[in-house]
C-alpha cells in the first residue's frame, strides 16, 4: 500500500465551480499534511498547511483533514483558469521525512 | 535574483556522457534536496542536505553524485545515465532539514537518449 494516495486525474471543470481535490494516507501517526501547486514548467510551491485534524481556510482555498479517516482534501471556491495546475498533497512522517502523492491535474476550463 | 534557481532548465544527454546540474538558492536556507519528478508518479527524495553535509541518500544508483560546496549551492553530478533515469529532476530548500516548506526550483528536465 503506498502511504499517500491521490488520485492523478486529470480533472476538468468549468470555471467558477467547487473543486474538490482528495488524498488518503496510510499511516496514523502523521502530523502534517500539506498541498502543493505546481504549474506547467515550474517546480511545486507550497500552498498551505495544516497540523493534525480539522479546516484551514486561505481565500478561496480550504484544507481539510480527518484524522479518524486518514483523508486529506482541497476545496477550491469559485474556481478560476489560473487554478488549471497539478496539485501535490504530502504529509511528513516522524522522521520528517516529506512523502508525497501522485498529483493531481486539474484544469479549469473558461 | 530570488528563490531558488536551476540550470540548465533542459538537458539532453547520451548514456555515456557526464553532465552536472546546478542549483543555487538565495533564501539563506540550511537544507537543500535532489528529488526526482517522474510522469505519473510520486516526488522520489535523492539526497538531503544540511549545512553541506549529506544527511540522506535514499538508494539512490552511483551514477548519481551529489555535491553540496557551500549551504547556498547543490549539484548533481550525471554519468552513465540510463533512459528510465529520464525525468524532471528538481531541487529544493528549507530553512532546517524537513521543515513543512520547502521552496523548489523549476527542475531541469533530463531526457537520456
Known amino acids: 500500500q503506498k502511504e499517500v494516495e491521490q488520485d492523478p486525474g486529470p480533472l476538468s471543470v468549468p470555471e467558477g465551480a467547487i473543486v474538490s481535490l482528495n488524498c488518503t494516507y496510510s499511516n496514523s501517526a502523521f502530523q502534517y499534511f500539506m498541498w502543493y501547486r505546481q504549474y506547467s514548467r515550474k517546480g511545486p510551491e507550497l500552498l498551505m498547511y495544516?497540523?493534525?485534524?480539522g479546516n484551514k481556510e486561505d481565500g478561496r482555498f480550504t484544507a481539510q483533514v480527518d484524522k479518524s479517516s486518514k483523508y486529506i482534501s482541497l476545496f477550491i471556491r469559485d474556481s478560476q483558469p489560473s487554478d488549471s495546475a497539478t496539485y501535490l498533497c504530502?504529509?511528513?512522517?516522524?522522521?520528517?521525512?516529506?512523502?508525497f502523492g501522485q498529483g493531481t491535474e486539474l484544469s479549469v476550463k473558461p | 535574483e530570488t528563490g531558488v534557481t536551476q540550470t540548465p532548465r533542459h538537458l539532453v544527454m547520451g548514456m555515456t556522457n557526464k553532465k552536472s546540474l546546478k542549483c543555487e538558492q538565495h533564501l539563506g536556507h540550511n537544507a537543500m534536496y535532489w528529488y526526482k519528478q517522474s510522469a505519473k508518479k510520486p516526488l522520489e527524495l535523492m539526497f538531503v542536505y544540511s549545512l553541506e553535509e549529506r544527511v540522506e541518500n535514499n538508494s539512490v544508483p552511483s551514477r548519481f553524485s551529489p555535491e553540496c560546496p557551500n549551504s547556498s549551492h547543490l549539484f548533481l553530478h550525471l554519468h552513465t545515465l540510463q533512459p528510465e533515469d529520464s525525468a524532471l529532476y528538481l531541487c529544493?530548500?528549507?530553512?532546517?532539514?524537513?521543515?513543512?516548506?520547502?521552496?523548489f526550483g523549476s527542475g531541469t528536465r533530463l531526457t537520456v537518449v
Open positions: 504530502a504529509t511528513r512522517d516522524q522522521g520528517g521525512k516529506l512523502i
Open positions: 495544516t497540523y493534525s485534524s
Open positions: 529544493a530548500s528549507s530553512q532546517a532539514v524537513r521543515e513543512v516548506g520547502y521552496t
